[in-house]
């Protein structure tokens, strides 16, 4: 499941999220929650979801930067990076063995921050251009804020793209490598797996490309009018996750 929109808005949970989460420990349902937010470690966004009520382990918080360390880690082992991110980038990457540089990196990789240096981005096109390898943790051009929206990775991504020439690969959702990769981790199989997500450009088609069912839930930033905008469809739409506490092993009769 996604966590933003779906456990949690901000700093507040998601009415009824914890008795879900409940369910499914009561049923021994394992469960992932996904982020393709990069800014954070699995330690970081446990403390955060216990703030709001929600008592979810490290090891079954996967995010875009955990993602992108393990793509990495099978692309290029040991190899090295020039990283416009936040510790929970930094920190997949040193686990590793990844050393950070910006002398001739193989790579420059883009995550998400809340202060994005032009000096740094700079950097970052001048590496690009000079043959480093363009990676983004995820696409979103946008994300939320108390104040109102934010440019996220995708967007300065894009900034990046325009000068160089050059697309980065995303790795975060809806890339299915995300998904596959979280799925190997939980040791789970796509046909008895579901997506649970509140965005039908990333929750919804990185489940259906992955080969999940998935349900749309309409307490983050979709409505009931959004699925119909899209030329793929969830296997069902509901309210918000609540709905699903009494139906954990049949969410489709929820």
């Known amino acids: 499941m996604d966590m933003d929109g779906v456990l949690v808005h ?49 090891g079954a918080i996967w995010t875009s930067a955990l993602a992108t360390a393990q793509f990495l880690e099978k692309q290029r082992p040991g190899g090295t990076a020039y990283v416009v991110g936040e510790s929970g980038l930094t920190t997949a990457l040193h686990n590793i ?12 990789i883009l995550g998400e921050t809340r202060t994005y240096s032009f000096e740094a981005i700079t950097k970052a096109i ?38 160089t020439g050059r697309a980065p690969y995303y790795v975060g959702k809806p890339n299915p490598l995300m998904m596959r990769s979280a799925l190997r981790h939980l040791g789970a199989h796509s046909e008895n797996t579901l997506m649970i997500g509140d965005r039908m450009d990333t929750d919804v088609r990185s489940g259906l490309e992955s080969g999940m069912q998935t349900i749309l839930v309409l307490s983050g930033i ?5 699925a119909d905008l899209f030329p793929y469809r969830p296997t069902k739409v509901i309210n918000s996750i609540a709905d699903l506490t009494g139906h954990v092993l049949d969410p489709f009769k929820a």
């Not at 590496?127 to 051009?141: H, K, M, Q, S, Y």
């Not at 979709?222 to 959004?226: F, L, P």
């Open 10 to 58: 901000e700093e507040h949970m998601v009415p009824g999220a914890d008795a879900f989460v409940a369910a499914l420990r009561e049923n021994g349902i394992p469960f992932m929650v996904f982020t393709n937010n990069s800014i954070y470690t699995p330690r970081d966004l446990r403390a955060r979801l216990a703030r709001t009520g929600l008592d979810v382990p490290e």
């Open 97 to 108: 063995g990844y050393v950070l540089t910006d002398r001739d990196p193989d790579y420059v």
């Open 126 to 163: 001048r590496l690009v251009e000079g043959g480093a390898r363009f990676i983004a943790t995820n696409p979103d051009e946008k994300g939320p804020s108390r104040e109102g929206t934010l440019p996220a990775t995708g967007a300065v991504a894009a900034l990046i793209e325009r000068v």
């Open 222 to 226: 979709s409505d009931e009018h959004t």
